[in-house]
């Protein structure tokens, strides 16, 4: 599949069949987790690979109250859980570098795009899950103090196709030469 037209056709999926995810699958996908660009290639993702039922349920029990994803969580054959390691990116020998803060959450957020572009292209589902209970999830794993949990991607093969969002104009968020200026020149 085309970069772009993977790009385009990606959608949240959170119904799943019962389909095994095969190890080799699982690993390309956690492959393209390993190539995602980060602040000085600090690579601050922890991934945890959840596979068993009772923990996928626990999770779901974590989900905010009537987060749609819920079922995602608990019925998807596999359950990622993205972490992050604190006080890495954004840093410079242990200092703070950048006036933005914590750089961690934005390159998980890479990471975890290529995570679900690279499920998309394999034939997967995903869904970015982020409306959880994420200290009670970092007790459930044992997590050390300099890493915290982001988000669950649960991943599967999709029970049915979602639907493409309306999307905003390009002329709705692009400005040209200054702020405002949403108006591309001739």
């Not at 079922?71 to 972490?83: D, F, I, Q, R, T």
């Amino acid at each position: 599949m085309e970069t772009r037209e993977c790009i385009r056709t990606r959608r949240s999926i959170r119904r799943f069949t019962d389909q095994d995810v095969p190890d080799d699958v699982l690993n390309e996908i956690l492959e393209a987790a390993r190539w995602a660009p980060s602040w000085s290639n600090t690579q601050c993702w922890e991934i945890i690979v959840v596979k068993d039922a009772e923990t996928k349920q626990k999770l779901a029990g974590l989900c905010a109250p009537n987060n749609p994803a819920t079922k995602g969580v608990a019925s998807a054959p596999v359950v990622l859980v993205l972490c992050g390691r604190k006080g890495v990116s954004g840093y410079k020998q242990g200092q703070l570098d950048s006036v933005k803060g914590d750089w961690c959450m934005f390159d998980l957020g890479i990471a975890a795009q290529n995570i679900c572009l690279a499920a998309h292209d394999m034939g997967l589902g995903t869904v970015h899950v982020a409306w959880i209970d994420n200290k009670e999830i970092d007790n459930l794993f044992n997590l050390p103090p300099d890493v915290e949990s982001f988000e669950l991607i649960p991943l599967g093969y999709p029970a049915k196709e979602g639907k493409a969002p309306q999307r905003k104009e390009l002329s709705e968020f692009v400005h040209w030469e200054k702020f405002g200026n949403n108006q591309k020149p001739n």
